[in-house]
């Protein structure tokens, strides 16, 4: 069974404040993943890494930031926070060379 | 044109029936095929993968992948309403998966 967390779950924040949001994973994934989607929408890979200190940016803008210091974290910075940024964030970690995702629970981000 | 296309929804169909999800690809480099379940609220969690041409079952669900159309294919038989969920299609590439857009199934009791 997959161990991937994701915190905070639900964030409310105003315009402009610096945010981070976590993700951890005790199954000692080398890739690791983060998706945007949208109520209703497609999942979208906005970051991913495949190991330490790899982080390459995916295939839809954002204006968030990554880092990968240790193989089991994958946290996700927003600088400064805008309502365009308001959505869920998905993390999803694999070994598998063929790519089958293990997801955290989501953390769903609103920006006021 | 989208990497990965997925047969419009929602779909819905009677307790028992057999519900049949439709999704092609672009990339002909794509070697790995995946089938997640997602229910409302919820994060995708894998149900099905498929890395070769045919079929593959495992209890209810079975896919199909057909390279040469660029297809993929998920059936569920005997659905029950617990299957209600939208499905998504996704296609590794490269070690990156891209998704469709999903199709929201709906099984009537």
């Known amino acids: 069974e997959a161990d991937i967390y994701q915190t905070p779950r639900y964030l409310v924040i105003g315009t402009g404040k610096k945010i981070t949001l976590e993700c951890s994973q005790t199954?000692?994934?080398?890739?690791m993943y983060w998706y945007q989607q949208d109520p209703g929408m497609e999942l979208h890979l906005i970051h991913y890494?495949?190991?330490?200190?790899?982080?390459e940016k995916g295939d839809l803008s954002s204006e968030s930031t990554v880092s990968r210091i240790r193989t089991e974290h994958f946290p996700l910075t927003l600088e400064s926070a805008r309502p365009s940024h308001t959505s869920q964030y998905l993390c999803?970690?694999?070994?598998?060379?063929?790519?089958?995702?293990?997801f955290g629970e989501g953390s769903r981000l609103t920006v006021l | 044109q989208k990497e990965v296309e997925q047969n419009s929804g929602p779909l819905s169909v009677p307790e028992g029936a057999i519900a049949s999800l439709n999704c092609t690809y672009s990339?002909?480099?794509?070697?790995?095929f995946f089938w997640y379940r997602q229910y409302s609220g919820k994060s995708p969690e894998l149900i099905m993968s498929?890395?070769?041409?045919g079929d593959k079952e495992d209890g209810r669900f079975t896919a199909q992948l057909n390279k040469a159309s660029q297809y993929v294919s998920l059936l569920i038989r005997d659905s029950q309403p617990s299957d209600s969920a939208t499905y998504l299609c996704?296609?590794?590439?490269?070690?990156?998966?891209?998704f469709g857009d999903g199709t929201t199934l709906t099984v009537k009791p």
């Open positions: 990339d002909r480099v794509s070697q790995s």
């Open positions: 999803a970690s694999t070994q598998s060379s063929a790519g089958e995702l293990f």
């Open positions: 199954m000692g994934h080398d890739k």
């Open positions: 996704a296609v590794n590439i490269r070690g990156k998966s891209t």
């Open positions: 890494s495949y190991g330490v200190n790899s982080t």
């Open positions: 498929i890395y070769s041409n």
